[in-house]
C-alpha cells in the first residue's frame, strides 16, 4: 500500500512537471502526451486499475450468473401445476439458508441448518421433480456440493447377511454426498420386523444424517399413511425430519392441465375436442374408483400413447403438413386402458 501511494505521488509530480514545460513551450504537445502515455509509473497505475475492475467484473459475473440460475429454477418450481402450499415451504426454507450464511459472515449467531425431509402422497403427485429441483436450488446457494438427485429403495440399502446392509447403505450415502438422495417406499425398510436387516439401514442412515447433515438432503417418500406408521414406529427419525411436505392428488382440471403442458413441451397441441375427452376420461376413472395410483403418471401414459397413435395416423394417410404434424386428434387418443398400464 504504501509502494502504491508513493508510486502515485511520484507520477503527479512527473505529471506537473510535463504540463509546466509544455506551457513555457519547451515541448511540444506530442511529446507531453507521449510522455504521459509511456510513463511506467502512468502504466503501473492502469495495469493495477485494470486488474481490479477485471477481478471484480469476473466476481459480479459469476454472482449474476448463479442469480440466474437460482431464478431460472425458481420459475421452474413455480410453473408446477398446484403445489401451491409446498412451494411456499420451499422457498421459505431457502430464505432460511440464505439469511444463515450473511449472519455468519457478519459474525452473528447462526441457526442449525438442517434440510432432510419427508414427502408423502401418491405416486405421480410431482415428489421426485419437486426433490431434483430442490437439489438444484440448494447447489446455486452453496448448501450442497452438486445437487444431483440419487434415487434408492429398499433393494439398494438393504443386504442379505449381517453387516452387509450397512456397507451397501453406507455406499448409496457416499455416492449421494453433495446432492440429494431420495428415498422411495421408505417405509418398507421397516416391514420385516426386529430381526429384519431394514432396521440396521435405517441406523446407518440416522448415523449418516448427523454426520453428514450440511453436505447432503436426505428424503424418505411414500404413501401418507404407510408414512405416517413408519414414522410412529421410529420416533427418533420423526425428530430428525422437521420438513414434512404433503403431496395431494391432483383435481381433475388440474390433470388436464399437466396434459397440455406435456404436449406443448414436445411442441403438439391439443384440439377443443381432445381437450374436453381427456377431462371426460378421467373424470370418469375417478368416478369409477377414485384416482389414488395414477395422477401425472397415467397423463405422461396417455400423451406418450397418442403420440404414437398421431404418428401411426399420419404415415397412414399419407397427409404430412405443419399443421397435421402439431395437433393430437380425439382418435389419437386411447381410451381408460392407458391408466392401468
Known amino acids: 500500500m504504501i509502494l502504491l501511494i508513493s508510486t502515485k505521488f511520484t507520477n503527479k509530480i512527473n ?30 497505475e492502469k495495469e493495477i486499475s485494470n486488474t481490479v475492475i477485471k477481478k471484480t467484473s469476473r466476481e459480479d459475473l459469476q454472482n449474476i450468473n448463479k442469480q440466474e440460475k437460482l431464478n431460472n429454477l425458481l420459475r421452474e418450481l413455480d410453473k408446477l401445476v398446484g403445489l401451491e402450499k409446498i412451494k411456499e415451504i420451499i422457498k421459505e426454507y431457502l430464505a432460511f439458508v440464505k439469511v444463515q450464511k450473511l449472519r455468519e459472515q457478519y459474525n452473528l449467531k447462526t441457526e442449525q441448518v438442517v434440510m432432510h425431509m419427508i414427502f408423502k402422497g401418491n405416486p405421480g403427485t ?117 420438513i414434512q411436505l404433503d403431496f395431494p392428488d391432483y383435481s381433475i382440471e388440474q390433470l388436464v392441465k399437466i396434459a397440455e403442458i406435456m404436449y406443448q413441451e414436445r411442441e403438439y397441441v391439443l384440439d377443443s375436442e381432445s ?9 370418469k376413472k375417478r368416478n369409477k374408483e377414485g384416482l389414488n395410483n395414477g395422477n401425472a403418471r397415467m397423463i405422461r401414459n396417455l400423451v406418450e400413447r397418442s403420440i404414437r397413435h398421431q404418428a401411426k395416423r399420419l404415415i397412414n394417410n399419407g397427409k404430412i403438413n405443419r399443421d397435421n404434424l402439431l395437433y393430437i386428434k380425439k382418435a389419437d387418443l386411447p381410451g381408460e386402458e392407458v391408466f392401468y398400464e
Open 15 to 44: 505529471e506537473k512537471n510535463v504540463i509546466n514545460k509544455f506551457r513555457k513551450g519547451e515541448i511540444s504537445i506530442s511529446e507531453a502526451f507521449e510522455y504521459l502515455t509511456n510513463n511506467s509509473n502512468y502504466k503501473l
Open 126 to 242: 410431482g415428489k421426485t421433480t419437486v426433490a431434483r429441483i430442490i437439489g438444484k436450488i440448494f447447489k446455486e446457494i452453496g448448501f450442497l456440493l452438486n445437487g444431483d438427485l440419487i434415487e434408492a429403495e429398499r433393494s439398494d440399502l438393504v443386504g442379505e447377511y449381517i453387516g452387509h446392509t450397512a456397507q451397501k447403505t453406507k455406499k448409496v450415502i457416499d455416492n449421494a454426498l453433495g446432492g440429494v438422495l431420495f428415498i422411495d417406499e421408505a417405509y418398507a425398510l421397516a416391514r420385516g420386523g426386529e430381526k429384519d436387516f431394514g432396521k440396521e439401514a435405517i441406523d446407518t442412515m440416522v448415523k449418516a444424517m448427523e454426520d453428514y447433515k450440511d453436505k447432503i438432503i436426505i428424503i424418505l417418500a411414500g404413501y401418507r399413511n404407510e408414512m405416517n406408521s413408519f414414522l410412529e414406529c421410529n420416533p427418533g427419525l420423526r425428530s430428525r425430519f422437521a
Open 275 to 283: 381437450k374436453h375427452y381427456i377431462y371426460r376420461v378421467i373424470t
